[in-house]
């Protein structure tokens, strides 16, 4: 029974080290550039501009509906 559980906890270790050394490995590749990277640069730019867009859109709308609004009110 003593030996089941050394060998458990052996591999358990063996698991917890390899995922260690492999987020170790993901964290140095994430801060590596190439091409790609560029592309989703340019691509989160564009979500960022359009969601600016949509911002300014939505402003316009709440005016016009707080005008909208008064115009109610004022005509009860």
């Known amino acids: 029974m003593k030996l089941k559980k050394t060998v458990l906890a052996?591999?358990?270790s063996i698991i917890i080290v390899t995922a260690f050394l492999s987020m170790?490995?993901?964290?140095?590749?994430?801060?590596?550039s190439d091409a790609s990277d560029q592309?989703?640069?340019a691509k989160l730019e564009e979500v960022l501009n359009n969601q600016k867009?949509?911002?300014?859109?939505?402003?316009s709308i709440k005016e016009e509906l707080?005008?909208?609004?008064?115009?109610?009110?004022q005509s009860q």
């Open 24 to 32: 170790a490995g993901r964290a140095t590749y994430a801060q590596s």
């Open 66 to 73: 707080r005008i909208i609004k008064i115009r109610v009110t």
């Open 53 to 59: 867009s949509i911002m300014t859109d939505l402003a």
């Open 39 to 41: 592309a989703v640069l």
């Open 10 to 12: 052996f591999f358990i």
